[in-house]
């Protein structure tokens, strides 16, 4: 039996690197994905490719910022299928270039926008479904830079920080429901967003990952595949770190 056969998943950031990694590798696994991001024509060709693959996807337009919208996504899911049983929260934007100083108040609060409010959004809506449902699991996606410090990146590592803490917070609420929150903390990992960053930023933080190099998204979806399902049974509250050893030294 595949790892998430007759799951119902909703992945948010899905129509572009590490969330659409999941999306697919999911959908491989047996699991109905419904994918909520703010691309429509790529969340659009990530339902198509997993279409093609005998897979069950679904796309719906929603910015995780937009209250209305997740709680739209949320009600399009149980509508459909039934009920939720996987949230991955992986919708998130870059910002990192300026110093605690030099971070304008609106970079800093556009950041936790969609980074740490729209984590708490996604996980208060499905936390809601999941609780209708009797049991669920949720992965997010937060990142090494909730765990140490990094130079010109005061929002996007406070608001992964945040997204840690949010984590543990609904682990400890909800475990009684059944309910597992983990969270998977990558270092670079090779997608469209590390790759804005520049050729030399990845090749830097190539060389700070004692494996030497960037990872890859599939790596990260290999263990957010394990997050969501029932081997993880025992596994809540969790930050689960995919570095290449980066945060070892
Ligand atoms: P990406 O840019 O390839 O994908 C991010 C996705 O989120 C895009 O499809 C984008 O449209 C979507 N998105 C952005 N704002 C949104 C909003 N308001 N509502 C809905 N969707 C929205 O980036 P990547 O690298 O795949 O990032 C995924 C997650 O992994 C992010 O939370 C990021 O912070 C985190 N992460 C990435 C690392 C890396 O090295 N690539 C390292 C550590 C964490």
């Not at 997050?227 to 070892?248: H, R």
């Amino acid at each position: 039996m595949r790892a998430l056969q007759n799951k119902v998943a909703v992945i948010t950031g899905a129509a572009s690197g590490i969330g659409r990694a999941i999306a697919e590798r999911f959908a491989a696994e047996g699991a109905a994905v419904v994918i909520g991001d703010v691309r429509e024509p790529d969340g659009a060709a990530v339902v198509e490719n997993i279409t093609a693959a005998d897979g069950n996807a679904f796309f719906l337009r929603t910015d995780v910022t937009d209250s209305a919208q997740v709680r739209a996504l949320i009600a399009a899911t149980e509508s459909r299928h039934g009920r939720l049983d996987v949230l991955v929260a992986a919708a998130g934007i870059g910002g990192g270039s300026a110093t605690t100083v030099d971070c304008s108040e609106a970079d800093f609060d556009h950041v936790i926008a969609v980074n740490l409010r729209g984590v708490f959004l996604t996980m208060k809506y499905a936390l809601s479904a999941m609780q209708r449902a009797g049991q669920g699991a949720i992965v997010s996606i937060a990142s090494v830079l909730g765990l140490v410090g990094l130079p010109r990146t005061p929002g996007y590592s406070a608001a992964k920080g945040g997204v840690i803490q949010l984590m543990r917070t609904a682990a400890v609420e909800y475990a009684q429901h059944g309910i597992r929150v983990n969270c998977i903390c990558p270092g670079m990992i090779d997608t469209p967003m590390a790759r804005a960053a520049g050729d030399l930023a990845m090749q830097q933080f190539a060389t700070l990952q004692p494996l030497g190099r960037v990872g890859t998204a599939d790596e990260v979806a290999a263990a957010a595949v394990f997050l969501a399902s029932d081997q993880a049974a025992f596994v809540t509250g969790a930050a689960f770190v995919i570095d290449g050893g980066f945060t070892a030294q």
